[in-house]
C-alpha cells in the first residue's frame, strides 16, 4: 500500500516534526495499530494507552448520529513526552458497525513547557491530517506542528480558562494534585459542547502543570467506560459517571473552594488567580 503522508508546512511556519501512531479498526482483523511514522517503534508507547485506546461508552457507540471527539494526554514516564491522544468515529467494520479512531502524537515535553509548543496546535495538526487522511494506513510521515515564534514572547497558559470554570473549582482542582499526585476528579461540565470540553482539559492541562508545575496527570474531555475510568486522574464530563470513593466530584460552576490551601504553595494559588484575571480582563477589553 502507498504510503500516506502529512501535509508539508507553508514556507513561513516553524514546524517541529512529531511521531504520531494511528490506532483503529481494520476490516476482518480488528482494533489494531493500522499507521505509524515511519521508522516509529510504537511498542515504547502502546503500555501507556493499552487497555483505553478508545474507551467510549456503550451508549455513544450505539448513537450513530452522535458526536465523537475527544482529547486524552498521558504522561510518560522518561518525563521527556507527553502522547496526545484524538479519539472520532473510525470507519465502519466489515459489518457495517461503528468504530472509533485513536491518533496518538508523541509531543516533546521541553518544547511544550517552554511555550514553543501548545497543545491546542497539535490537536490542530491531528484534526487537519484526519480530515485529509481519514483512512490513513501504512508508514506515515512525521506530523508537521507549528511552533510559536520566539518573538511573541512568553505564552499566555489559562488564558480564557474564565470562560470554562469559576476560580474557586479552579482553584479546588489544584489543591487536591497538589495533597495528592494521584488524586482523582471528576470535573462537571454540565450542558457544554464537545469542543467546550476539548478546550477545558487543554487550557487545564497548560495552566496546571507548565505554569504552576503541578505534575502532569493523564485526562479525558469525556467520561470512558468504567472499566477505563481509573487509568485518569481527571475526567471532564458534562454528568456524573459511576466512580468508587477514591473520586471527587467538582463542578465547574463551584462559588466557594471547598479544600484549604495547601501551605507554602502561595505562588500556585498567585499564578491562578493572575490567568483568571488576565484572561477576563482581556475578554472584556474585546
Same mark, same amino acid.
Given at each position: 500500500?502507498?504510503?500516506?503522508?502529512?501535509?508539508?508546512?507553508?514556507?513561513?511556519?516553524?514546524?517541529? @516534526?512529531?511521531?504520531?501512531?494511528?490506532?483503529?479498526?481494520?476490516?476482518?482483523?480488528?482494533?489494531?495499530?493500522?499507521?505509524?511514522?515511519?521508522?516509529?517503534? %510504537?511498542?515504547?508507547?502502546?503500555?501507556?494507552? !493499552?487497555?483505553?485506546?478508545?474507551?467510549?461508552? @456503550?451508549?455513544?457507540?450505539?448513537?450513530?448520529?452522535?458526536?465523537?471527539?475527544?482529547?486524552?494526554?498521558?504522561?510518560?514516564?522518561?518525563? !521527556? $513526552?507527553?502522547?496526545?491522544? !484524538?479519539?472520532?468515529?473510525?470507519?465502519?467494520? /466489515?459489518?457495517? +458497525?461503528?468504530?472509533?479512531?485513536?491518533?496518538?502524537?508523541?509531543?516533546?515535553?521541553?518544547?511544550?513547557?517552554?511555550?514553543?509548543?501548545?497543545? /491546542?496546535?497539535?490537536?490542530?495538526?491531528?484534526?487537519?491530517? *484526519?480530515?485529509?487522511?481519514?483512512?490513513?494506513?501504512?508508514?506515515? /510521515?512525521?506530523? #508537521?506542528?507549528? =511552533?510559536?515564534?520566539?518573538?511573541?514572547?512568553?505564552?499566555?497558559?489559562?488564558?480564557?480558562?474564565?470562560?470554562?470554570?469559576?476560580?474557586?473549582?479552579?482553584?479546588?482542582?489544584?489543591?487536591?494534585?497538589?495533597?495528592?499526585?494521584?488524586?482523582?476528579?471528576?470535573? =462537571?461540565?454540565?450542558?457544554?459542547? @464537545?469542543?467546550?470540553?476539548?478546550?477545558?482539559?487543554?487550557?487545564?492541562? /497548560?495552566?496546571?502543570?507548565? +505554569?504552576?508545575?503541578?505534575?502532569?496527570?493523564?485526562?479525558?474531555? *469525556?467520561?470512558? !467506560?468504567?472499566?477505563?475510568?481509573?487509568?485518569?486522574?481527571?475526567?471532564?464530563?458534562?454528568?456524573?459517571? +459511576?466512580?468508587?470513593?477514591?473520586?471527587?466530584?467538582?463542578?465547574?460552576?463551584?462559588?466557594?473552594?471547598?479544600?484549604?490551601?495547601?501551605?507554602?504553595? $502561595?505562588?500556585?494559588?498567585?499564578?491562578?488567580?493572575?490567568?483568571?484575571? #488576565?484572561? %477576563?480582563? %482581556?475578554?472584556? %477589553?474585546?
Amino acid at each position: 500500500m502507498v504510503p500516506t503522508e502529512s501535509t508539508a508546512p507553508s514556507a513561513a511556519e516553524d514546524p517541529v @516534526a512529531c511521531d504520531h501512531w494511528v490506532f483503529a479498526v481494520v476490516p476482518n482483523v480488528g482494533y489494531t495499530t493500522k499507521a505509524m511514522s515511519r521508522g516509529f517503534d %510504537a511498542g515504547l508507547f502502546d503500555p501507556y494507552l !493499552r487497555g483505553h485506546y478508545t474507551p467510549i461508552r @456503550a451508549a455513544a457507540a450505539q448513537d450513530i448520529d452522535g458526536e465523537v471527539d475527544l482529547r486524552m494526554t498521558t504522561p510518560v514516564k522518561t518525563g !521527556r $513526552e507527553l502522547l496526545l491522544s !484524538r479519539i472520532t468515529r473510525g470507519m465502519p467494520d /466489515e459489518a457495517g +458497525r461503528p468504530t472509533f479512531t485513536n491518533h496518538t502524537v508523541v509531543a516533546r515535553l521541553d518544547l511544550l513547557k517552554a511555550g514553543r509548543l501548545t497543545l /491546542e496546535a497539535v490537536y490542530k495538526a491531528m484534526a487537519a491530517f *484526519d480530515a485529509k487522511t481519514p483512512d490513513a494506513q501504512g508508514a506515515l /510521515e512525521l506530523l #508537521q506542528v507549528p =511552533l510559536r515564534p520566539e518573538s511573541q514572547g512568553p505564552p499566555s497558559w489559562g488564558d480564557g480558562i474564565h470562560k470554562h470554570m469559576t476560580f474557586a473549582a479552579l482553584e479546588t482542582l489544584a489543591t487536591r494534585f497538589m495533597r495528592d499526585a494521584t488524586s482523582r476528579t471528576l470535573l =462537571l461540565c454540565r450542558n457544554t459542547t @464537545a469542543q467546550a470540553r476539548n478546550e477545558t482539559l487543554t487550557l487545564l492541562v /497548560e495552566l496546571l502543570s507548565f +505554569r504552576c508545575g503541578i505534575p502532569l496527570f493523564a485526562s479525558i474531555s *469525556d467520561a470512558p !467506560r468504567s472499566s477505563a475510568l481509573n487509568h485518569f486522574g481527571l475526567v471532564i464530563a458534562q454528568r456524573g459517571v +459511576r466512580a468508587d470513593s477514591s473520586w471527587a466530584i467538582l463542578e465547574s460552576a463551584l462559588t466557594e473552594h471547598v479544600l484549604p490551601r495547601v501551605p507554602d504553595r $502561595e505562588e500556585v494559588y498567585r499564578a491562578l488567580n493572575a490567568a483568571v484575571r #488576565q484572561s %477576563a480582563d %482581556a475578554a472584556r %477589553a474585546v
